[in-house]
């Protein structure tokens, strides 16, 4: 059995022939009634972006929308104190809830099929770390070096849902840096003391 949860749902795999549909539902149902555990502490993350240009090639798009310079937007962001409020779409793949709503923007018209891992971005109401390269629907603001998803590391995910998340502003020697320490299995994002 996997399941997969997501902002409003859980969705359950299962093999029809080792537990049939009914007996499944009453053991969820019954899961579903006993009392939440208590809350865990989150783990506080502060991770380094380059922002701009050839690594967030919609900054200047997305300053022009919003009626601001991409300086403020970067600002707007970096202030931003977000929670991983789920994992999914690809591995890795953070969707961050706490963007200031002056960045809140709909999502690109037409979506890319390929975007760079590490990306740094927004959409909707919501900020994203996309691990791995892959299609997005969303602005691109900058870049990280941070693998939050590298199978052969411990912990094969680094972010978990409800971890918090800062910024950090780099420079593109510091990203090219950072990259390369990535690579070799290195965390890079920092974790900050609660």
Same mark, same amino acid.
């Given at each position: 059995?996997?399941?997969?949860?997501?902002?409003?749902?859980?969705? @359950?795999?299962?093999?029809?022939?080792?537990?049939?549909?009914? %007996?499944?539902?009453?053991?969820?149902?019954?899961?579903?009634?006993?009392?939440?555990?208590?809350?865990? =502490?989150?783990?506080? /993350? !502060?991770?380094?972006?380059?922002?701009?240009?050839?690594?967030?090639?919609?900054?200047?798009? *997305? %300053? !022009?929308? #919003?009626?601001?310079? &991409?300086?403020?937007? @970067?600002?707007?962001? +970096?202030?931003?104190?977000?929670? @991983?409020?789920?994992?999914?779409?690809?591995?890795? /793949?953070?969707? #961050?809830?706490?963007?200031?709503?002056?960045?809140?923007?709909?999502?690109?018209?037409?979506? !890319?099929?390929?975007? &760079? $891992?590490?990306?740094?971005?927004?959409?909707? @109401?919501?900020?994203?770390? =996309?691990?791995?390269?892959?299609?997005?629907? /969303?602005?691109? #603001?900058?870049?990280? %070096? *941070? !693998?939050?998803?590298?199978?052969?590391?411990?912990?094969?995910?680094? +972010?978990?849902?409800?971890?918090?998340?800062?910024?950090? %502003?780099?420079?593109?020697?510091?990203?090219?840096? =950072?990259?390369?320490? $990535?690579?070799?299995?290195?965390?890079?994002?920092?974790?900050? &003391?609660?």
């Amino acid at each position: 059995m996997e399941t997969v949860p997501t902002y409003r749902s859980l969705l @359950v795999h299962y093999d029809p022939l080792k537990i049939r549909f009914d %007996a499944l539902g009453e053991k969820l149902i019954g899961l579903a009634t006993l009392p939440s555990p208590p809350a865990q =502490q989150s783990r506080r /993350w !502060r991770i380094p972006v380059v922002y701009g240009g050839e690594h967030g090639i919609d900054l200047e798009d *997305v %300053a !022009r929308s #919003l009626q601001t310079t &991409p300086d403020e937007i @970067v600002t707007r962001h +970096l202030r931003g104190d977000y929670r @991983v409020a789920m994992l999914g779409f690809t591995p890795g /793949w953070s969707y #961050l809830s706490g963007l200031d709503p002056r960045l809140e923007m709909p999502r690109r018209h037409e979506p !890319r099929l390929l975007t &760079p $891992a590490g990306t740094i971005s927004i959409g909707g @109401v919501q900020a994203g770390i =996309q691990c791995l390269p892959g299609p997005s629907g /969303w602005h691109l #603001l900058g870049r990280t %070096a *941070v !693998r939050t998803y590298q199978l052969n590391r411990n912990p094969v995910f680094l +972010l978990e849902p409800g971890d918090r998340v800062s910024f950090v %502003a780099v420079d593109a020697q510091i990203f090219a840096e =950072q990259e390369r320490a $990535a690579e070799q299995g290195e965390w890079i994002a920092d974790l900050v &003391p609660s």
